[in-house]
């Protein structure tokens, strides 16, 4: 054993001129070098550790100034809009912005800078704006459209991991310019809420090549669309009928157009997940929106933002249960009525 500790320590140090051992060379080196893999180590536990406990921390709500976001005014065109994007400094062109993963998710990134959100917003407001009394050509005019910001598609293209694309079905909310529905709670408050869960470019790089799959959108976001309402009163030509619901989330796709404008591709046929427990949803809702440099879009943001206020509901809306009332509006939705 003395022979054994001796050989490794003659290996590891030297006897100088008076006799006292000193470390060699190489034994220096190897010390500086494990102490800075210990270092950089302890750090990236540090920062792992920063990154997770903001995840899983109880979120607290973000008050976003109300002076700093712009109210789309309503006589305003969509073109008159984009000048105002463009003039504030925001880029317009998706080839200036830049794509960060989270550590939630390593396709759906975060875009900065996050002013280019705004344009989305204001696509995600018509959407919001529909669901608490406005009818579709309403909220077209009042938030400065010139035509409904959808677009009808069977499917959309999206990644189902980092290395493999997939298409989803989408369906979508009737296109008639004069249908109007409440998605309420019990108390007929209204009761749906939009939340970003991140966005991706539709292109990929294979060494010089780049290939295209997203069409005429450069940039795909996801939104989370929380129906939480257990009441949908709808109307159309002076009939209205109020159905039951379950409180649901969905995941909406919205495009880049360029220039500032965004349209709704579709929501995904599948998930479609019924919502539980409000409380730990809303909480969800608000720590991935975050996390997205974004916030949760309601009623109170739409009313705050654009001014928007839910239209007011009729008298004894709970009681309109006429079934023929309702064949008649499915069949003018559909195109069959005459």
């Given at each position: 054993?003395k022979?054994?500790w001796k050989?490794?320590?003659d290996?590891?140090?030297?006897q100088d001129?008076?006799g006292k051992?000193?470390?060699r060379?190489?034994?220096v080196?190897?010390?500086?070098?494990?102490l800075?893999?210990?270092?950089?180590?302890?750090?990236?536990?540090?920062?792992?550790?920063?990154?997770?406990?903001?995840?899983h921390a109880?979120?607290e709500?973000v008050?976003i100034?109300?002076?700093?976001?712009?109210?789309v005014?309503t006589?305003?065109p969509?073109?008159?809009?984009t000048?105002?994007?463009a003039?504030?400094?925001?880029?317009?062109?998706?080839?200036?912005?830049?794509f960060?993963?989270?550590v939630?998710?390593?396709t759906?990134?975060?875009?900065?800078?996050?002013?280019?959100?705004?344009?989305?917003e204001k696509?995600?407001a018509?959407?919001?704006?529909?669901?608490?009394?406005?009818?579709?050509?309403e909220?077209?005019?009042?938030?400065g459209?010139?035509e409904?910001?959808?677009?009808?598609?069977?499917t959309v293209?999206?990644?189902?991991?980092?290395?493999?694309?997939?298409?989803?079905?989408v369906s979508?909310i009737?296109t008639?310019p004069?249908?109007?529905?409440w998605?309420?709670?019990?108390?007929?408050?209204?009761?749906?809420?939009?939340?970003?869960?991140?966005?991706f470019?539709?292109?990929?790089?294979?060494?010089?090549?780049v290939?295209?799959w997203?069409?005429?959108?450069?940039?795909?976001?996801?939104?989370a669309e929380?129906?939480?309402?257990t009441?949908i009163l709808?109307?159309?030509?002076?009939?209205m009928?109020?159905?039951?619901?379950?409180?649901?989330?969905?995941?909406?796709?919205?495009?880049?157009?360029?220039?500032?404008q965004w349209?709704?591709l579709?929501?995904?046929t599948?998930?479609?997940?019924?919502?539980i427990n409000?409380?730990?949803?809303?909480s969800?809702r608000l720590t991935?929106?975050t996390?997205y440099?974004?916030?949760?879009?309601?009623a109170?943001?739409?009313?705050i933002?654009h001014?928007?206020?839910?239209?007011p509901?009729p008298?004894?809306?709970q009681?309109?249960?006429?079934e023929?009332?309702k064949?008649?509006?499915?069949?003018m939705?559909?195109g069959?009525a005459?």
């Amino acid at each position: 054993m003395k022979s054994l500790w001796k050989t490794i320590l003659d290996g590891l140090t030297y006897q100088d001129l008076a006799g006292k051992r000193q470390p060699r060379v190489y034994t220096v080196v190897t010390g500086l070098i494990l102490l800075l893999l210990m270092m950089a180590g302890g750090m990236a536990g540090l920062n792992r550790y920063w990154m997770m406990s903001r995840v899983h921390a109880t979120p607290e709500m973000v008050s976003i100034p109300t002076e700093t976001q712009a109210p789309v005014a309503t006589e305003i065109p969509v073109t008159e809009t984009t000048e105002t994007e463009a003039s504030s400094g925001c880029p317009t062109d998706s080839s200036q912005w830049s794509f960060t993963q989270t550590v939630i998710n390593e396709t759906h990134l975060v875009i900065q800078p996050a002013c280019v959100y705004q344009g989305l917003e204001k696509t995600v407001a018509w959407a919001l704006a529909v669901h608490v009394g406005y009818s579709r050509d309403e909220a077209t005019e009042l938030l400065g459209f010139t035509e409904m910001p959808m677009r009808q598609m069977e499917t959309v293209t999206i990644p189902k991991n980092a290395n493999e694309l997939i298409d989803v079905p989408v369906s979508f909310i009737p296109t008639h310019p004069e249908f109007r529905e409440w998605r309420l709670d019990a108390n007929g408050k209204a009761a749906v809420t939009y939340a970003l869960r991140g966005c991706f470019e539709t292109s990929s790089v294979e060494g010089n090549h780049v290939e295209v799959w997203g069409g005429e959108y450069p940039v795909i976001c996801l939104v989370a669309e929380d129906a939480e309402n257990t009441r949908i009163l709808h109307s159309l030509n002076g009939h209205m009928y109020t159905s039951p619901a379950t409180p649901m989330r969905s995941f909406l796709l919205f495009g880049y157009l360029g220039d500032g404008q965004w349209v709704w591709l579709g929501t995904q046929t599948e998930p479609k997940l019924e919502i539980i427990n409000a409380e730990e949803n809303a909480s969800d809702r608000l720590t991935v929106a975050t996390l997205y440099d974004s916030q949760p879009w309601d009623a109170r943001w739409l009313s705050i933002t654009h001014h928007l206020d839910m239209l007011p509901l009729p008298e004894a809306w709970q009681s309109f249960t006429d079934e023929n009332v309702k064949q008649y509006i499915l069949s003018m939705l559909s195109g069959a009525a005459p």
